[in-house]
């Protein structure tokens, strides 16, 4: 089983700031490599980063390319994602997960982030 707790999420001005954590468990999620999801209301799910449990190789989505790092510690099996420059536009629920697993094992509950003007 692969459990999955997003944390970190609130309310910030634009141009803020937030750090959001995962912390992930299962015997098989150091296998796999992780992203950061996030849903808009109205919207469908996105995928914004992914990284590798090696800390390598991590893609970002346009819309926050520059001012999202997304990184990992792996001895708290916990996955970060350091939001700069935060826009209204950002605005959603941020969730984790392992993208070749979703089908697979549930979401967390996620983390509401909300950027107001």
């Known amino acids: 089983q692969v459990q999955l707790v997003e944390s970190g999420g609130g309310l910030v001005q634009a141009g803020g700031s937030l750090r959001l954590s995962c912390a992930a468990s299962g015997r098989t999620i150091s296998n796999y490599v992780m992203g950061w999801f996030r849903q808009a209301p109205g919207k469908e799910r996105e995928l914004v980063a992914t990284i590798r449990w090696t800390g390598d190789r991590a893609t970002y989505a346009d819309s926050v390319k520059g001012r999202f790092t997304i990184s990992t510690d792996n001895a708290k099996n916990t996955v970060y994602l350091q939001m700069n420059s935060l826009k209204p536009e950002d605005t959603a629920v941020y969730y984790c997960?392992?993208?070749?697993?979703?089908?697979?094992?549930?979401w967390g509950q996620g983390t509401q982030v909300t950027v107001s003007a």
């Open positions: 997960h392992a993208p070749i697993l979703i089908e697979t094992y549930p």
